[in-house]
């Protein structure tokens, strides 16, 4: 779906779309002189990322050339140098590479990494024309209203434009407000022959707290709920969206927070079984975890008592739904500390990065993270022990 007249939210990356699209000759090999060397990707909304992932994919990466002309990297296991070569090495079975390049961060760690940077510098003075290289920067958050961004993510931006910036495409993939969240549901209901109502529309960007990843998958639901019907009311949200997962899930921060660990696997369980993509959900799980434990970490630092104090704390786009408000505040307050919580986001943190690196259980992952954060800090050194020794 198209989203011209949207906001910024949407703007960088349709000019990015754009662009694809303007080099695109539908042969797998680029137009001339359309295409900058390489792009970055610079967010951490995975609804835009995956677009502009799809229609690089879509232009560049014909199906049955896929493992030939496609290249997943991650400078966690790959230096820049082995990827710069693997860029300006010609496929012999494929006219053209696309290599895309997460993590990274690992380019901006401790160090000046002034040789990795002049050889950058190297490769784009002549770089391969039969390469596209996508950094991916999804350690940087952008949010809606820029004047809320995070002063070390400012720091990492402004130091990532001075670098790569002066030879890639730089594609802010920002947070988008809710009212471009909105039209974007409802133009995308209309172009599937349905129309949805505003109260509904609301009502679904408000729940989802203007997560687009989260607000498609739900929209696609509904849709199908809703077939024949030509029409989405405020009823049909409630009874599709808010009623099972959003409460499912603020029941799981509920046991974690009160050290249930019997009632909170349970209610994992429950998750991961009512979930349509099964434990390929877990990705899915983990993000509303994360963005959970830090509302409640704002909650906890800003001494929110009362849900009428909460809107002030939280910003548009990281709310809840209203009927989490007391909820969460009575979780958060459990919580002794801000180090409790920060520890919480560091083993979320750590599950995250064991799912991104395919794991042969995820379900397990899941299962790890959620005893260890219903546990006392103590508890987790026995469990540790204990799972060494099924795995001896």
């Given at each position: 779906m198209s989203s011209q007249r949207l906001g910024a939210g949407f703007a960088a990356m349709d000019r990015f779309l754009a662009e694809i699209a303007a080099?695109?000759?539908g042969t797998g090999f680029p137009r001339e002189g359309v295409l900058k060397p390489a792009y970055v990707l610079v967010g951490d909304d995975v609804f835009l990322y995956e677009r502009c992932r799809k229609a690089v994919?879509?232009?560049?990466?014909?199906?049955?050339?896929?493992e030939f002309c496609l290249a997943e990297l991650d400078l966690a296991e790959h230096s820049i140098f082995s990827i710069l070569d693997i860029a300006r090495t010609p496929s012999l079975m494929a006219p053209f590479q696309v290599i895309f390049v997460r993590n990274l961060k690992q380019l901006y760690g401790r160090g000046a990494k002034k040789e990795e940077f002049a050889e950058l510098e190297r490769y784009f003075r002549q770089a391969n024309p039969g390469a596209l290289l996508i950094f991916v920067a999804d350690h940087i958050r952008i949010p809606a209203d820029l004047r809320r961004m995070e002063m070390d993510d400012k720091t990492k931006y402004e130091r990532l434009?001075?670098?790569?910036?002066?030879?890639c495409g730089i594609?802010?993939?920002?947070?988008?407000?809710?009212?471009d969240a909105m039209r974007w549901v409802a133009a995308a209901a209309l172009e599937q022959g349905s129309r949805i109502d505003q109260d509904a529309v609301r009502e679904l960007v408000d729940a989802l707290g203007n997560d687009m990843m989260l607000i498609a998958s739900e929209l696609e639901k509904l849709l199908l709920y809703t077939f024949g019907k030509g029409r989405i009311t405020l009823g049909d949200v409630e009874t599709m969206v808010l009623s099972a997962k959003q409460r499912s899930l603020y029941e799981l921060t509920d046991a974690i927070s009160a050290r249930d660990r019997a009632r909170a696997l349970a209610l994992l369980h429950g998750l991961l079984n009512s979930s349509d993509a099964g434990e390929d959900a877990a990705i899915g799980h983990l993000y509303m975890?994360?963005?959970?434990?830090?509302?409640?970490?704002?909650?906890l630092e800003k001494n929110v008592r009362d849900s009428r104090a909460i809107w002030q704390a939280l910003w548009q786009g990281f709310r809840m739904p209203p009927f989490a408000a007391d909820d969460l505040i009575r979780q958060a307050r459990r919580y002794r500390s801000r180090r409790d919580l920060t520890r919480a986001l560091r083993l979320i943190a750590r599950a995250d990065l064991e799912l991104r690196s395919s794991p042969p259980d995820k379900r397990l992952v899941l299962e790890r993270l959620v005893y260890e954060l219903a546990s006392e800090p103590k508890a987790n050194a026995a469990y540790a022990s204990l799972q060494l020794s099924f795995e001896g």
């Open positions: 080099a695109d000759t994919l879509k232009a560049f990466v014909p199906a049955e050339m896929r434009r001075e670098t790569l910036g002066e030879y594609v802010d993939l920002a947070r988008v407000e809710d009212t975890l994360a963005r959970t434990f830090k509302q409640m970490l704002v909650i």
